[in-house]
């Protein structure tokens, strides 16, 4: 029974040794974007906006429908509607009361085109929605990334304090040794304390900032813990390699950007609203039928009728004349701002693809700045323990590691976004 107790016990350990570890997930790249896309409120609005587009696009096919109607009327009068004197000392009065009634069918035959104008345009908006969506994807993709970078930015920047910190200690236990041997003198032990404190309160900044970092992505994406754990993807070792294969030639490219689409989609809007300010002036023609009920001399009557209408308006040129104009000229309005935005897309391109070289420029000097540093630390620490250098020199090697690190973690950071905003702007 002890035995048995014994390893029921040590199981019980086991896992609640293993509950936290198990319950904390690392996210990487792919689960923010794949969460984000799910559960983020830009893309759930996007969705409806999209569904009631359609919606839109079904009530506006209705109207090809005959329009059906039924009324009903019911009187009681004081007195007979009709009194007539049949003759000398004889009255008679007719409809004191009654009830008329009836269902009606309308189908336009012609009216000007605002029923096909009125379905293409719901159409055009459907297609609007869809091409918003993707703007939203997007911007989900886009924030998604900045703050993913902008979490691992500053777990490899606590690594890298937590490593300079460390160093400081083994730096600090040495001239403790040597302040006690009369080597080095107190100033040296001063300067490393200074420099330690200046550590710790950079790194309480960092994890402050680290921690609301953390949980803005967990919001962003629809986690269900309060704080994200991201992988860190960034090798110091190493630079990754220019992405030449991305290039694309940036006029073909344009057709396939969301903004492109949402402009050419403005100017087909402008072209249908044009054609229905023209419609709603011209003359509508429309034939319908009915079935009608009435009971006024207390005689139940029922009849068909069958009617044509034609409208012709006369007066509404007037106004009607300045509506077209007015559509004409944001017509124009709308190819122009199609020309002059494609123009400024294809700069937007041009730019991107320079931003990201750039990027890997800067990537490639950091790294070379890291490269350099460790070997300038390195012979520092050799001459200060062999007496040719100061500590403030040897605190100063060790700063400028640390801030070539950060740099080079920021710049990486920066070359994947760059890398995301080039694919988008290209439409990709």
């Not at 830009?42 to 359609?54: L, P, S, T, V």
């Not at 297609?127 to 993707?134: D, F």
């Not at 460390?166 to 080597?183: F, G, H, M, P, Y």
């Not at 229905?276 to 009728?305: C, E, I, Q, R």
Request: aromatic share 6%.
């Amino acid at each position: 029974m002890n035995t048995l107790y014994k390893w029921a016990l040590l199981a019980a350990m086991s896992m609640a040794t293993q509950l936290p570890t198990q319950a904390q997930r690392v996210y990487t790249l792919d689960d923010c974007r794949t969460m984000a896309l799910e559960n983020n409120i830009k893309i759930r609005n996007a969705q409806n906006d999209a569904e009631a587009a359609q919606h839109t696009q079904k009530e506006a096919f209705t109207n090809y429908f005959p329009n059906i109607s039924a009324t009903g009327v019911g009187y009681n009068a004081n007195k007979g509607l009709v009194e007539m004197e049949v003759a000398p000392g004889m009255s008679l009065s007719l409809l004191k009361n009654g009830i008329m009634g009836g269902v009606t069918a309308t189908q336009p035959i012609f009216a000007g085109g605002p029923i096909v104008n009125g379905n293409r345009l719901a159409a055009v908006g459907v297609e609007a929605s869809q091409v918003q969506k993707e703007r939203a994807e997007n911007e989900v993709r886009t924030t998604v990334e900045q703050n993913f970078w902008q979490v691992v930015t500053l777990q490899k920047k606590l690594n890298t304090l937590r490593t300079v910190e460390s160093q400081l200690e083994n730096i600090q236990k040495d001239v403790e040794a040597s302040v006690k041997a009369e080597v080095s003198t107190r100033n040296d032990l001063l300067q490393v304390q200074l420099k330690q404190n200046d550590m710790t309160s950079t790194r309480i900044n960092i994890e402050n900032n680290l921690t609301v970092c953390r949980m803005m992505l967990a919001q962003y994406i629809g986690a269900d813990e309060d704080s994200v754990i991201v992988e860190s993807a960034i090798r110091m070792d190493t630079i990754p390699d220019f992405p030449h294969d991305i290039y694309c030639d940036h006029q073909s490219a344009l057709a396939q950007t969301p903004e492109y689409k949402l402009l050419d989609i403005n100017v087909r809007a402008s072209h249908l609203e044009e054609k229905t300010a023209v419609g709603k002036n011209l003359p509508t023609v429309a034939v319908g039928g009915g079935v009608m009920y009435d009971n006024l001399v207390d005689k139940s009557h029922t009849f068909a009728v069958g009617f044509v209408t034609a409208s012709v308006p006369l007066s509404g040129w007037w106004g009607g004349s300045h509506s077209i104009e007015k559509e004409r000229l944001q017509m124009k309005n709308a190819e122009n701002q199609l020309a002059d935005n494609s123009k400024l897309l294809i700069i937007a391109m041009q730019k991107g693809w320079a931003d990201l070289q750039n990027a890997y420029k800067q990537m490639a000097i950091a790294k070379k700045s890291i490269d350099q540093a460790s070997e300038n630390l390195r012979l520092n620490n050799d001459y200060y323990h062999a007496g040719t250098t100061t500590m403030s020199d040897l605190l100063d090697a060790e700063t400028y590691l640390q801030q070539s690190r950060d740099k080079y973690v920021e710049a990486y950071a920066q070359f994947q976004i760059k890398i995301v905003e080039y694919l988008q702007a290209t439409g990709r």
